[in-house]
């Protein structure tokens, strides 16, 4: 095939790949005889201080795809590329923010956050240092020693922030991090992390449902198909200045072109992949 | 206001119970009246008085014949409770990390839970004599299950997420067992804490009860053995203060080192 025509290059071992899935299939073995596929036939690649959202409709297999790019789970067919070289077991350079409560409930804001560096070898000292450092810039210095039972929701999702950045991952994975937020914290969260990401911008690998979220905040907007066997059904660049402010940009006219063009590609594709699912039923 | 009042009819109940317990075995019901002798509510010789409890037990305080009694009730207790709850936590641990040994194990692990401990007492009188460790060895095959069954579960039942948080985070295996593992099994240990600690204490009750030369238990079969209903009820009144006291113990530990832990009362901000 000439490599001229496809859609999204993908140069593997490239060094500006932070990213690179070349046609992923991820099959999980079930009761059934074949399994339940996932994602099927993904081709997708993140270039170094890139952020690229992946928007899907629930249960598309976003998160699959993320966890395959942390090296949680191996892709049942084709590769999972980092910096050029093939993953083998956990992603180490990458950071994990999960959708899900993950702080370890048993230790207090700083401890959680502290525990990255302790793992790698740092004093306790050091790494309480530099804990108070991250916590100040996610905003909670006031809140070090409560619990994450005693934090809101959105705080909580600042000390994963902070846990996961204190390790200076070079590729972070979001997997709709501000989900479970209420409208306003969630646009607070989305200034806080381009805050933090701009400046030092690592490759973001941002999954949401919220196509306004994705557009608002990433270089690049992937969408997803509806599973299963989800496939990648169309890239966009999003041309948006920055820096951004998440509430300011959502009223730039070229913020409603592109998002009425993606939707209806959207709209179109899930659709399709409606009739289609009815039709196999 | 509201701890008050609830302190308040806390003893309000037991005022009108001994009340009760007093008029009923103190006051006669004089004959001719319901049945032809007079007679007690609650016979004396059976039901003792609440006054007579209350000075055996003071008496037995004042002239310190109960300490020693305690003291060795107290030591089996203790050395129970340790001793079953390490265990507990070693094998719930192993058991739990290591599917295969759990699968094999299983059955058996049911078989000894669902045996009544007290069929064992004998046994353990005749393996370990009449002592201490006889009751210890009863007290053990209580309070090890309970924990085993909770570090089991806790060990098994940590978040997936969190673990992959962890994993994630770049931790080894000894990093996760000491992070993640460790704590979440405390943290289920600490929430059967106060039935172990009780366990502990019913199995050195129970032994000394079935055989032995001290204890709470001994002063209660003692007391039994000769009609002493008064010895009995006194024993009996000792033994409730004095898990009163444990567990109000237990309580401390637990609020200091699960302060981590939701509670209802905490509101989130």
């Given at each position: ?100 409560e993950?702080l370890f409930p048993?230790k207090?804001a700083?401890?959680n ?33 409560r619990y994450p039972h005693q934090l809101?929701?959105?705080?909580r999702?600042?000390v ?122 | ?259 981590w ?9």
């Amino acid at each position: 095939m000439d490599s001229g025509t496809a859609p999204v290059p993908i140069r593997i071992g490239s060094r500006h790949c932070a990213v690179a899935l070349t046609d992923m299939r991820i099959t999980f073995s079930g009761q059934d005889r074949d399994g339940f596929t996932a994602v099927d036939r993904v081709d997708l690649s993140v270039a170094d201080g890139e952020f690229v959202a992946i928007v899907g409709p629930t249960g598309c297999g976003k998160s699959t795809l993320l966890n395959a790019t942390a090296g949680l789970i191996a892709p049942s067919a084709g590769s999972v590329a980092i910096f050029g070289e093939p993953l083998v077991g956990l992603n180490r350079r990458a950071g994990y923010l999960f959708q899900a409560e993950a702080l370890f409930p048993w230790k207090t804001a700083l401890e959680n956050v502290a525990i990255g560096p302790e793992v790698a070898g740092a004093t306790a000292e050091e790494a309480r240092g530099r804990a108070r450092d991250w916590l100040a810039r996610v905003g909670l210095t006031a809140f070090a020693a409560r619990y994450p039972h005693q934090l809101s929701g959105g705080q909580r999702k600042r000390v994963g922030l902070a846990q996961v950045l204190i390790r200076d991952p070079k590729i972070l994975l979001m997997d709709e991090p501000f989900g479970p937020l209420d409208a306003q914290t969630r646009q607070i969260m989305g200034n806080l992390l381009l805050d933090l990401w701009n400046a030092d911008r690592k490759a973001v690998l941002f999954v949401t449902h919220d196509l306004e979220e994705a557009i608002a905040l990433a270089d690049r907007v992937v969408i997803m198909g509806a599973g299963p066997a989800a496939r990648i059904i169309g890239a966009w660049r999003v041309d948006l200045p920055r820096p951004r402010d998440i509430s300011e940009v959502r009223l730039d006219p070229a913020f409603h072109a592109l998002h009425r063009e993606i939707w209806s590609a959207l709209r179109d594709e899930v659709i399709k992949g409606y009739r289609q699912t009815e039709g196999a039923a | 206001m509201k701890r008050a009042r609830l302190l308040f009819f806390q003893i309000l109940v037991a005022v009108v119970l001994i009340a009760l317990w007093h008029v009923g075995s103190t006051v006669k019901v004089p004959a001719g009246f319901l049945s032809q002798k007079a007679f007690f509510f609650l016979d004396p010789f059976f039901f003792s008085t609440p006054f007579a409890v209350f000075e055996r037990t003071w008496r037995d305080f004042a002239t310190g014949v109960i300490w020693f009694h305690l003291g060795i009730t107290l030591l089996e207790t203790l050395l129970a409770f340790v001793i079953g709850a390490a265990g507990g936590v070693l094998i719930g641990f192993w058991f739990a990390r290591q599917h295969v040994v759990a699968a094999v194990f299983d059955p058996y692990v049911k078989m000894a839970n669902a045996l009544p401990r007290v069929v064992l007492a004998p046994i353990f009188a005749l393996w370990l004599g009449l002592g201490i460790w006889s009751k210890v060895a009863l007290g053990v095959t209580l309070v090890f299950f309970i924990v085993f069954f909770n570090v089991y579960q806790g060990v098994k039942e940590v978040s997936p997420t969190v673990l992959a948080n962890a994993r994630m985070l770049g931790m080894s295996e000894r990093q996760l067992m000491r992070h993640v593992y460790w704590p979440s099994a405390l943290s289920w240990m600490f929430s059967s804490l106060h039935t172990a600690v009780g366990f502990a204490l019913v199995g050195a009750v129970v032994g000394e009860y079935l055989g032995s030369a001290a204890g709470l238990g001994y002063r209660i079969h003692q007391a039994e053995g000769v009609f002493d209903v008064t010895g009995v009820f006194s024993g009996m009144l000792v033994l409730a203060i004095f898990v009163i006291i444990i567990d109000t113990c237990v309580t401390a530990i637990e609020n200091r080192l699960m302060v981590w832990r939701p509670t209802s009362a905490s509101s989130q901000t």
